[in-house]
């Protein structure tokens, strides 16, 4: 079995930061990408950054030039920085990863808000 754990989310001013982990543990072979979704309150769950074995990363237009994902293959962790954070970023903040021999885990989510 594989399991994801995320943790940093929290409440944040507009403007503000917040760094994400998610951590995989288990039967773990290899991991290919590592994922960040989002689901806000009403909305679908989007892909907001992908992450490949070797450290090439996309994202959605909306978080381009705010938002920086990394990963630590030794440690198995995935890391998402989010800075000039705007009231929209609010949602539900999940990892997933897409793993050799396994298939694909997602984490169980972790709340960020941006508010005053």
């Known amino acids: 079995q594989v399991r994801l754990v995320e943790s940093g989310g929290g409440l944040v001013q507009p403007g503000g930061s917040l760094r994400l982990s998610c951590a995989a543990s288990?039967?773990?072979?290899?991991?290919?990408?590592m994922d960040w979704y989002r689901q806000a309150p009403g909305k679908q769950r989007d892909l907001v950054a992908t992450?490949?074995?070797?450290?090439?990363?996309t994202y959605t237009d909306s978080v381009k030039g705010r938002f920086t994902i990394s990963r630590d293959n030794t440690k198995n962790t995935v890391y998402l920085q989010m800075n000039s954070l705007k009231p929209e970023d609010t949602a539900v903040y999940y990892c997933?990863?897409?793993?050799?021999?396994?298939?694909?885990?997602w984490g169980q989510g972790t709340q960020v808000t941006v508010s005053s």
């Open positions: 997933g990863a897409d793993l050799v021999h396994y298939g694909y885990a």
């Open positions: 288990g039967s773990i072979f290899r991991i290919n990408t």
């Open positions: 992450i490949t074995t070797r450290g090439s990363t």
